[in-house]
């Protein structure tokens, strides 16, 4: 075939796929108020992963997503993943794990989209302005625990497959999901599930798609990294009960005391991890990536106006976007046992455990992570000759995940932004942690994308969480036009 006919081929495809998209797209414009409904029901499910109470709920939200999976005709499953092992030893069953197939052609690539239905715990007393669990839509946003992270953009898939299905449109490729409800607390369960099903459900995966992530700004983007965490508990145990601080205080070595000394070896008031050895493996900043940052679009005022302080750790784009990505961090979550309820309570706790956690980034290794941690505060503690004893666990150890950002799937995700959004988006990392990321990449073989929806502003895990009906809406119709592109992907480009 000469040049000329080769591009009016690519001419009429180009046309009709443009056609076929402009269909789409407005069947979503004109179904928005079922899917908003659709994301009702999910987020009323108080789907919260950490509270052992609440796994009847996550038991339904996971029956809920089957049930949608299968109205939408897709070969579904629901594997059992096992038990939980709660620290009392405890045994609890977790929930089970939702997969999916749409199409089996096998002359399409096939995508997989893994995204979760769990939630962070939330209280309306915790300061929300309306009740977590109720989805209410003030001013375009539509705010509800769970509605970013990560129910709308789970929601927002399916309803691009249904729309493809409503219009009698073949789908593009071949859609499989994996859907899990334990994302929040580590992906229990999942690693052993894929390791299981790596020849079976993975065996045609082409290529995995996550949107368990948001925008830097309002400027649509494509993440191409995400930290893993390592998540710590350190326990202090002292004297058999609680004791009154004004009849005891003073003669015994309290636990909290204990405790808040050693976790003040931790990091430093500037940022500077203290314990020996961890920040000494973290993979320099290169040049390339010290270039990509400048590029960025990302407003220090305005980060700082979105959570409300007056200064940051540092105060250039540069080092704001490393620190936020690619440099590790101590954050400390809470200690279980401190009174912490209004009121004046005079107690001596007898036993106190702490929780932080410590984002992984290349080139760390949790297992060696979890052994500097214990050492570091075995050997302070020590030194403060307490008869107190401390016991150091590592209850979550996710590693950090980077892309191949040449990869053929990112020229596709940057034209289905374009196509619908009319601009370049902008290539970010995530600092939070996706666990099972890492995974999938390391299990299947296969290239992972993250295409987040969620804004800037959303407030994951925090109160007040949102999704704006623009992003869910317009992030559906991304999530179409992903698909075209995908189809379009040759082998010789991959
Ligand atoms: C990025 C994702 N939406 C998210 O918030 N993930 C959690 C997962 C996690 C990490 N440790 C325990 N759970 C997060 O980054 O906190």
Not at 314 to 319: A, L, R, T
């Amino acid at each position: 075939m000469n040049i000329g006919a080769s591009l009016s081929i690519l001419l009429v495809l180009s046309t009709v796929h443009a056609f076929q998209y402009n269909q789409l797209a407005q069947y979503v414009d004109e179904h928005q108020e079922e899917y908003v409904e659709a994301l009702r029901d999910w987020v009323a499910v108080e789907s919260d992963s950490s509270n052992v109470l609440r796994r009847p709920e996550l038991h339904r939200m996971m029956e809920m997503v089957a049930q949608k999976l299968q109205q939408m005709g897709g070969a579904v499953e629901s594997v059992d993943v096992g038990d939980q092992e709660l620290p009392d030893r405890q045994t609890l069953a977790l929930p089970k794990v939702v997969t999916a197939r749409f199409g089996s052609d096998p002359n399409k690539h096939t995508l997989c989209v893994y995204g979760h239905v769990d939630v962070q715990p939330a209280k309306l007393e915790d300061g929300w302005a309306t009740e977590p669990f109720n989805l209410t839509e003030i001013n375009g946003n539509l705010y509800g625990r769970g509605a970013s992270d990560n129910k709308a953009p789970v929601l927002a898939w399916m309803h691009a497959v249904e729309a493809y299905q409503k219009l009698s449109m073949a789908l593009p490729v071949n859609v499989k999901f994996i859907i899990e409800g334990m994302e929040e607390t580590g992906s229990n369960g999942l690693e052993a599930m894929i390791l299981a099903q790596k020849d079976t459900f993975f065996s045609d995966v082409d290529y995995i798609v996550v949107s368990d992530c948001g925008w830097l700004s309002r400027r649509p983007a494509i993440t191409y990294g995400t930290r893993g965490n390592c998540y710590f508990l350190a326990e202090v145990h002292g004297p058999k009960q609680d004791l009154h601080s004004g009849v005891y205080g003073g003669t015994v070595i309290e636990p909290m005391t204990d405790l808040i000394g050693i976790l003040d070896t931790l990091i430093s008031p500037s940022g500077k991890i203290l314990i020996p050895g961890i920040q000494e493996a973290v993979a320099p900043l290169s040049d390339d990536e010290w270039r990509m940052y400048q590029d960025i679009e990302f407003d220090v005022d305005d980060y700082k106006n979105k959570i409300g302080v007056s200064k940051l750790m540092y105060s250039n784009k540069v080092d704001l976007l490393a620190h936020k990505w690619r440099y590790p961090t101590v954050s400390i979550h809470g200690i279980e046992g401190a009174f912490s309820d209004p009121g004046t309570k005079t107690v001596i706790p007898s036993k106190v455990c702490a929780k932080f956690s410590i984002r992984q980034v290349p080139n760390m290794d949790p297992t060696v992570v979890e052994k500097k941690v214990s050492d570091h505060l075995h050997s302070v503690f020590s030194k403060r000759q307490s008869p107190n004893t401390l016991k150091v666990s590592m209850v979550i150890g996710a590693k950090p995940w980077l892309a191949d950002i040449h990869h053929p799937l990112f020229e596709a995700g940057k034209a289905a932004i374009k196509r619908v959004f009319s601009v370049d988006p902008d290539l970010i990392r995530e600092g939070g942690t996706i666990p099972i990321s890492r995974t999938f990449q390391d299990v299947t073989g296969k290239s992972i994308i993250m295409m987040p929806i969620g804004g800037f502003d959303d407030g994951l895990h925090s109160q007040n969480e949102k999704m704006s009906r623009y992003n869910y809406i317009e992030g559906t119709k991304l999530f179409i036009a992903f698909l075209n592109e995908l189809s379009q992907i040759t082998e010789a480009a991959v």
